[in-house]
């Protein structure tokens, strides 16, 4: 698997919940720490979360603190992204990466890797 796999996307209601699965098994995401970022249209790609390969260390972006909760198990090879209380600025096409090592939780997408393709995230008002 050259590529971590995005599901969970679709249309919710403001203040509703979602949660994203990033499925990336094998030997190029072991040991890494994984990354959810997100992409509005006519916006530059931003980090959202990110979470170290152990799960010791997590980090967010400002905007989405106390509402997105970044997970992984290890053992099923899945990163989630638990998003709660929806807003519509929330809308955009949420990627899952791959860190840099086991432990780097570097806000810039240049930072990262083996990106996938993406799941639509739409948040109505």
């Known amino acids: 698997q050259v590529q971590p796999v995005e599901s969970g996307g679709g249309l919710v209601q403001a203040g509703g919940s979602l949660r994203l699965s990033c499925a990336a098994s094998?030997?190029?995401?072991?040991?890494?720490?994984m990354g959810w970022f997100r992409q509005a249209p006519g916006k530059e790609r931003q980090f959202v979360a990110g979470?170290?390969?152990?799960?010791?260390?997590?980090d967010y972006t400002d905007s989405v603190k106390g509402r997105f909760t970044i997970s992984r198990d290890n053992a099923k090879n899945t990163v989630y992204l638990q998003m709660n209380s929806l807003k519509p600025e929330d809308t955009a096409v949420y990627y899952c990466?791959?860190?840099?090592?086991?432990?780097?939780?570097?806000?810039?997408?240049?930072?990262?890797?083996?990106w996938g393709r993406g799941t639509q995230v739409t948040v109505s008002s």
């Open positions: 979470i170290t390969w152990a799960g010791g260390s997590t």
């Open positions: 990466a791959r860190g840099p090592s086991s432990t780097g939780l570097p806000r810039a997408t240049y930072s990262w890797d083996y």
């Open positions: 094998g030997r190029t995401f072991s040991s890494y720490a």
